[in-house]
């Protein structure tokens, strides 16, 4: 006998599906979940008075097209008792919930890992005012305004065109820990009014809005709108409409921002408004269409494709397109679907998948900098186990329930195959050479500079003549100089004079000592100021060739101190330098031979051999060739001096290139390949990962 179903069920007609057969929307109000049924199940409902299985599939038979059976119709019971949605009472009602309670208890670890990921907190019930306030804004959602905008924004982005270099240059002003505050205050501002969007839209389509509330992601708070309601819509381009409604409301908004930045002048208001109008042009763009979170483009996507519960049937039917290439099980697909509309499904499991490998990776990062070091390392542990490794694990398990269904055949050949090749891969120690960074340049080379604010009078080097040691590069001359040298010897002259007259004036035997100071004094000034004279000859401290002139260097003009002239590479011959991190140093020996590749193509390879290896790491990059900052491979930071600081630690290796021809510029750029003792991946990974483990717990 079939029990009876809850009196308080609504039914609504929903959606035809893409072949034509119509579809209706079941409602549970005390969950307020909506339930998509096709026809055989809307015809079975509809019989459900019969109270017997084999009755109802009987008169569906004899009275319509569709042909069910009583299993049909016990499988939806099945589905209507785990809903919740049939009158239990006594004994049965009391061992079902009870089931169901049971299925759903979790440990509080397993409650702990779920809820700090996501909190859902139901702040106000606003249907109430949405009714009485929803005349007032109604036109907001109207075609003629959205044409209106439309029309603006063209105006809009045609002004930010003719100020792009201002614009960008206020981007850039407000990465700063004030525009960061602006920032926050932008998006609060902005998801306020998206969630609005959302709510109005559905009352203007009759659907009930019964909470609004914020959500914490990993912590952190986000705004929501509850318009489940909306399920109950046949219509898909109204479904359609408020899914899009709070990215709609926020381009509106950043539409009306950047026209007022266009006109306002500078100040307070045009910066809340340029921040206004930034804010919500990326968030809507980055995150609002994502449609691998749910979030709004999950929904808009879903609807658009017509596929209810997107994410969760095309990760069912990925795993069985996987499980069947992988090991030809012979089992049927989930769901019957058109090949194109399946091969989407798949690729959207599959780019699903990926993305939540790399979300929930920055998830563990973002968790493990954010607290305090044992709990961020726990934090971190158990996003990698529990988001990453764990359902790894529980579809391999599925896989060796399942290996008596294989057997032995070509797919399951190719995958143990190339599952062993990735096996070998990283446990099989191939590694073989270690990959440093370098620069190439000459073992001795000295860059000669303008040695004072001067005028060039002389410079007597073009680029790639050879240099004999002594000779005269440049000669400088600065009035300055003269004329301070020459008040200079005048004051001493009269403290000589006056101390050598000191028996004709009593005052200036009072004064002697004091003379004599004044007296020392210039003589140390004459000294130091014949000394910087004397530098305005530039000599050339090496023999060398003349190469990496300084720009814009011509007889007669003023030059500043410490510019540039040129620099002096010395014939004999080159050395290499090259960066490795610490989770390579122990593997490279004084001796091991390397290679050394050019980014220049037209260098060829350079035999080397590894001459010294330090020992101290080192923290400070005096020259930039190799940093981040300058396109090099070496990830760097500035200090409060503005020094390039390795982030990370690195250690210097210095190569012999032997008698390899001098580059013919000062410095090649490159990577050296060292030969090096051999390391698996595993290793690596757990060297690394002990290394993590040893210096967070001794901080």
Request: glycine share 6%.
């Amino acid at each position: 006998m079939l029990p009876p179903l809850r009196e308080e069920l609504t039914l609504y007609p929903g959606p035809s599906s893409r072949d034509g057969a119509p579809s209706w929307s079941l409602h549970d109000p005390s969950s307020n979940r909506f339930f998509r049924i096709g026809w055989p199940e809307f015809e079975m409902l509809s019989r459900w008075h019969l109270g017997d299985g084999e009755a109802v599939a009987r008169s569906i038979n004899e009275e319509t097209a569709l042909q069910v059976d009583a299993d049909t119709v016990d499988a939806f019971l099945t589905f209507l008792a785990r809903t919740n949605l049939l009158r239990l009472r006594g004994g049965q009602a009391i061992d079902n919930f009870m089931t169901q309670v049971a299925a759903k208890r979790q440990n509080w670890m397993s409650w702990l890992l779920h809820n700090y990921l996501f909190i859902r907190i139901p702040l106000v019930r606003p249907d109430r005012f949405l009714d009485a306030t929803l005349p007032f804004v109604n036109w907001l959602l109207g075609r003629k305004f959205a044409a209106l905008v439309l029309a603006l924004s063209l105006i809009a982005f045609a002004l930010v065109l003719r100020q792009w270099e201002a614009f960008i240059a206020t981007f850039l002003y407000f990465f700063s820990w004030e525009g960061l505050a602006y920032y926050g205050a932008a998006i609060v501002f902005a998801k306020f009014l998206h969630e609005l969007g959302h709510a109005y839209t559905a009352k203007r389509y009759g659907c009930r809005v019964p909470t609004m509330g914020v959500a914490f992601l990993v912590l952190w708070p986000v705004l929501y709108t509850d318009t489940s309601d909306a399920w109950k819509l046949p219509s898909k381009r109204q479904r359609l409409m408020i899914g899009a409604a709070g990215m709609r409301v926020e381009l509106m908004l950043a539409v009306f921002a950047t026209l007022a930045w266009s006109f306002l002048p500078d100040g307070p208001t045009q910066s809340a408004a340029f921040v206004l109008a930034t804010t919500t042009w990326v968030l809507t763009l980055l995150i609002n269409l994502n449609p691998f979170m749910r979030f709004d483009g999950y929904f808009l996507m879903s609807d658009l494709a017509e596929i209810e519960n997107l994410q969760e049937r095309s990760f069912a039917l990925a795993r069985w397109q996987m499980r069947e290439t992988l090991f030809r099980f012979g089992h049927p697909p989930p769901e019957e679907t058109p090949r194109a509309r399946g091969l989407l499904m798949i690729a959207y499991a599959y780019a699903t998948w990926i993305y939540r490998l790399f979300l929930f990776l920055g998830i563990a990062l973002l968790v493990y900098y954010m607290f305090f070091r044992a709990l961020g390392v726990f934090l971190f542990v158990v996003e990698i186990v529990y988001f990453i490794l764990r359902p790894i694990f529980t579809e391999l398990r599925v896989w060796y329930g399942q290996r008596e269904e294989a057997g032995l055949n070509r797919n399951t050949i190719l995958t143990f195959a190339a599952l062993g090749l990735i096996v070998a891969m990283f446990f099989v120690p191939w590694r073989t050479t270690v990959k440093a960074p370098a620069t190439m340049t000459a073992a001795s080379r000295v860059t000669a500079f303008a040695p004072e604010p001067a005028r060039l009078v002389e410079f007597n080097v073009r680029p790639g003549e050879e240099v004999e040691k002594g000779a005269v590069i440049a000669r400088f001359e600065s009035p300055d100089l003269n004329h301070r040298l020459a008040e200079t010897a005048r004051e001493a002259a009269l403290f000589r004079w006056q101390l050598s007259n000191q028996g004709f004036s009593a005052e200036v035997l009072d004064r002697n000592q004091e003379i004599a100071g004044r007296l020392a004094r210039a003589e140390s000034q004459i000294h130091a100021l014949q000394e910087r004279i004397s530098q305005l000859v530039v000599a050339a401290p090496i023999a060398g060739r003349a190469m990496d002139f300084g720009e814009n260097i011509r007889v007669g003009d003023w030059l500043p101190r410490g510019l540039p002239l040129l620099t002096l590479v010395a014939a004999e011959r080159a050395t290499v330098q090259g960066m490795v991190g610490d989770d390579a140093l122990h593997r490279i020996r004084k001796g091991a031979p390397a290679l050394f590749y050019a980014d220049d193509l037209d260098v060829p390879p350079v035999p080397l051999t590894v001459s010294a290896v330090d020992e101290v790491n080192t923290e400070r990059l005096s020259e930039p060739y190799l940093a981040s900052d300058y396109g090099g491979a070496v990830p760097v930071r500035r200090d409060s001096e503005g020094r390039l600081v390795a982030e990370g630690s690195i250690y210097r290796v210095t190569l012999d290139p032997g008698t390899a021809p001098l580059p013919r510029r000062q410095v090649v750029r490159g990577v050296a390949r060292i030969e090096a003792s051999r390391e698996s991946l595993a290793l690596q990974f757990w060297r690394a990962a002990s290394a993590v483990f040893v210096r967070e717990r001794g901080v």
